[in-house]
């Protein structure tokens, strides 16, 4: 069975303040998608990482896809009040044939 | 059209009550999927449909019943639901299952 472990589970940090979220497996991904997620609403696409090694940026939000393609980090700096929500790291199933989530990182900044 | 359409955005049924959940998208995906999320939860698979046929089932109670009437539609039928099926129904869509997964903004179900 492919996991997917995130850590943190919970933050609390002011603003301004760095933090970095990890996405975990034992199994080798084909591609890692990070989403945020807002309460009431449904995920939002924030990036695709696919090539081991990746790295992307997205204004403040940089993603890292692990050489051996079974981890991912997301890192933002200075974070802002407008970042607080639940983050996701999902990847495709061995079978290619749907989308399975870590278990989140519930993420709050403080002004 | 980039958007995947939910409706109802919330419903209240009875446990007595049948109602259905629907579910659009017009970006010519072959792939939809119905995904359950509890708060502060990760979403859960509950089924995936590839080219208008079931093609998985996450052992999910028969009280839910998906239906796939084309490409662009996606249902799913409840019936003698329990309080505890009360959560963030989200449904997605997808080209290939490998990228560009799209979500709808849910249906928010509370089983009375």
């Known amino acids: 069975t492919q996991l997917l472990e995130q850590s943190p589970q919970f933050l609390s940090i002011q603003e301004g303040e760095n933090l970095t979220v990890y996405c975990n497996s034992s199994?080798?991904?084909?591609?890692l998608q990070w989403y945020r997620q807002e309460p009431g609403e449904g995920p939002v696409l924030l990036v695709t990482?696919?090539?081991?090694?990746e790295v992307k940026k997205l204004k403040r939000l940089t993603f890292q896809f692990g050489d051996a393609r079974k981890d991912s980090s997301l890192h933002i700096t200075a974070a802002q009040p407008g970042d607080t929500g639940l983050y996701l790291c999902?990847?495709?199933?061995?079978?290619?044939?749907?989308?399975?989530f870590g278990k989140g990182t519930t993420l709050s900044v403080s002004s | 059209d980039t958007e995947v359409t939910q409706t109802p955005k919330h419903l209240v049924m009875g446990m007595t009550n049948k109602k259905s959940l629907k579910c659009e998208q017009h970006?010519?995906?072959?792939?939809m999927y119905w995904y359950k999320q509890k708060a502060k939860k990760p979403p859960e698979l509950m089924f995936v449909?590839?080219?208008?046929?079931?093609?998985i089932n996450e052992s999910v109670p028969s009280r839910f019943s998906p239906e796939c009437p084309n490409s662009s539609l996606l249902n799913l039928h409840l019936h003698a639901l329990q309080p505890e099926d009360s959560a963030l129904y989200l449904c997605?869509?997808?080209?290939?299952?490998?990228?560009?997964?799209?979500f709808g903004s849910g249906t928010r179900l509370t089983v009375v």
């Open positions: 999902a990847g495709v199933n061995q079978a290619g044939t749907a989308l399975i």
């Open positions: 970006m010519g995906h072959r792939a």
């Open positions: 199994s080798v991904f084909s591609s």
């Open positions: 449909y590839s080219y208008e046929k079931l093609s």
């Open positions: 997605a869509s997808s080209q290939t299952g490998t990228y560009g997964y799209t």
């Open positions: 990482v696919v090539t081991g090694g």
